[in-house]
């Protein structure tokens, strides 16, 4: 083990000096910017992009088609920035390149340089009126569909090995959209009979019409309000460690087009916009899987909590299928003037059987934002039925061009709850700040404390070296408390656990279609060490062709120690996961466009665990096609 990594180290640094000189330009792939996003997520929680999140990093923006909110909701710009573009655009209309940008105010060349790959300058869609035939004909269609599986993914349960999802997406002229998504995970059917009825393992779909002040949704959808305390769905891009990260925007509603099988709500919603009011209005009702209850003494049934996983593999999984029935009503109101947002929400949220002694439940909040020359405020309260208090506030300033800071505080009682059964998190308060001391260096700092003794202190520098390589060094200390049993006493003893993080990420790109990247972290707690390695190298070609390859070596002293590691995937996916023991593993995920409107991946992989003696094979292959 020692000499594979050893050597490794020795391949990675030859190949680093190799191409040292050569000059070339380098930025930030959407793959960095999803696995930012994660890597600021708990180790043990699985982030939930749906395509729109994922469209968004890992296609061109049509920034003379996008909605303002879709501005606000870019992550790679700051609010200043995206303020000044929203206010560009009402002035003086359609954007025709990248320089046009650099003219505009918080804007510079260098910025413009970094995401002028992710915009698209073509002109605004005209909007045209439709026949019957031209519906059918002069639409978009986007047909997807994924097979993966591993050599233990069954484990003896009902269905096959096999991991399937299938989606279909439709689209007129970005007003009229539909979707459909099937999923199957390993070890489930994808039909069966469950109490005499017929059932598919999991199908979403939606239908939306975006109007020029009116947007319409029905089936599947998210919505999002506030600041996440009264009503969330879905991910957002922040959260992370950089100043000006943690202020969220919402999208009211949009359609659900991801894999989750729990975190969206089902129905109708409608989303008007007159100037500067937005009304919004939803209704929803899904049956949840749960595990119901009986009260010995008065025989009632209940339940304690959600079922979220949408695994049905076995009898007993399959038995919490739709044991509840969930009913959630909501409205929003905003109001935007000039440099001020505010927003207004209600939710009621009703069960059919209670959830351990009610069945009803109600939150509203008020939010706002308020944009100054140097700094935005932002904050929200929320308050619930059983008199349950939530708030948050935040401030963000940027003194001058080289110091960004941000300050966030989080309060809520015990009694609270919120209606989409979000998380609020403990009460804490942040500091975050991003300095530019010199050129070409950036360093970040974070610092997380709450009131049941957890602490996060993260620290990262980000040097690049030069035109065509960068690197990232990151620091990461957290302390946990923890609950343990004292043997002669059997009392609960409250202990905290400390652990610490290094990771050093050097990535290089000596020819526009090659790029080369190193990682080395390691992980120390308590008196347990960890560490893991990888290379990647990965081609991507103006045909389209792309191929990554991967080589990862890992030795920890047991699960304590276990290390999450982000993966590309093929697309509309990702995977992270924990190595720990000693092994190594690899990948190799290649992307083919077969034909003129049809896209192919494959990713192989396996996983060897020497001290455990067991391997674990996967395989994806996806196919793709836009009509």
């Not at 939710?347 to 934002?369: A, M, Q, R, W």
Request: proline share 2%.
């Amino acid at each position: 083990m020692k000499f594979v990594s050893v050597n490794i180290v020795a391949v990675s640094i030859a190949v680093f000096l190799a191409f040292y000189n050569v000059i070339a330009y380098s930025q930030e792939s959407p793959d960095y910017l999803i696995e930012s996003i994660v890597d600021e997520f708990p180790d043990d929680e699985e982030v939930g992009f749906d395509d729109y999140d994922l469209d968004l990093l890992s296609n061109k923006i049509k920034i003379n088609n996008i909605t303002d909110n879709e501005i606000l909701g870019l992550p790679f710009l700051t609010l200043f920035q995206k303020n000044a573009l929203i206010a560009y655009r009402k002035e003086w209309g359609d954007i025709h390149s990248p320089m046009e940008i650099a003219m505009i105010d918080c804007f510079d060349r260098e910025l413009v340089n970094k995401i002028a790959s992710h915009l698209d300058f073509s002109l605004k869609t005209k909007k045209y009126k439709y026949t019957p035939k031209q519906i059918l004909t002069n639409a978009e269609y986007d047909f997807l569909l994924r097979v993966s599986a591993n050599n233990n993914s069954n484990n003896g349960y009902d269905g096959d090995r096999h991991k399937v999802l299938a989606k279909l997406k439709y689209n007129l002229d970005e007003r009229l959209k539909m979707g459909l998504t099937f999923e199957k995970d390993a070890g489930e059917r994808f039909f069966y009979v469950d109490n005499g009825r017929f059932r598919m393992e999991h199908i979403s779909g939606f239908m939306s019409w975006t109007g020029d002040k009116l947007n319409v949704l029905l089936g599947d959808y998210y919505v999002q309000f506030g600041q996440g305390l009264s009503m969330w769905n879905g991910t957002y891009f922040g959260g992370g460690i950089e100043a000006s990260s943690q202020l969220r925007i919402p999208k009211r509603i949009k359609p659900n087009t991801s894999s989750d099988e729990a975190n969206y709500l089902r129905g109708v919603a409608a989303d008007l916009e007159l100037k500067s009011l937005t009304l919004t209005a939803y209704a929803s009702y899904r049956e949840k899987d749960a595990t119901v209850y009986v009260n010995e003494v008065t025989g009632e049934k209940y339940f304690r909590s959600l079922s979220k996983t949408g695994y049905h593999r076995n009898e007993n999984e399959r038995s919490k299928i739709a044991q509840v029935k969930e009913f959630i009503a909501g409205a929003n109101v905003g109001y935007s003037f000039n440099t001020l947002m505010l927003s207004a929400n209600i939710n009621c949220l009703k069960y059919d059987i209670p959830c351990v002694s009610e069945s009803t439940f109600l939150s509203g909040s008020l939010s706002f934002v308020k944009i100054l020359k140097y700094c935005y405020l932002y904050g929200e309260a929320s308050l619930s039925n059983d008199m349950g208090f939530a708030a948050m506030a935040g401030w963000y300033i940027q003194p001058n061009p080289y110091l960004n800071i941000e300050l966030l505080s989080r309060y809520s009682t015990n009694g609270y709850h919120n209606v989409s059964n979000s998380d609020v998190g403990d009460n804490t308060f942040s500091i975050r700040a991003t300095m530019y001391p010199v050129k070409k260096l950036t360093m970040m700092v974070s610092v997380n404390s709450s009131d049941n003794s957890n602490f996060i202190f993260n620290a990262r520098s980000k040097f690049q070296m030069t035109r065509f390589a960068f690197m990232y060094l990151d620091y990461k200390f957290s302390t946990k408390s923890s609950e343990n049993t004292v043997d002669d006493a059997k009392l609960p003893l409250n202990t905290m656990e400390s652990k610490h993080k290094v990771r050093l990420n050097i990535e290089y790109l000596p020819y526009n279609f090659l790029t080369l990247r190193t990682r080395l972290e390691g992980v120390v707690t308590g008196g347990d060490v960890g560490c893991l390695l990888y290379n990647d190298i990965a081609f991507r070609f103006d045909s389209g062709i792309s191929l990554l390859m991967r080589m990862t070596c890992f030795d920890t002293d047991g699960y304590d120690t276990r290390i999450y590691c982000y993966e590309n995937d093929v697309l509309y996916s990702y995977s992270s996961p924990a190595y720990y023991g000693s092994g190594y593993a690899f990948y190799i995920l290649l992307k083919i466009p077969l034909f003129r409107n049809v896209d192919f991946w494959c990713k192989i992989g396996d996983t060897e665990n020497i001290d455990r003696n067991t391997n674990k094979l996967s395989a994806t292959i996806q196919f793709r096609t836009k009509i």
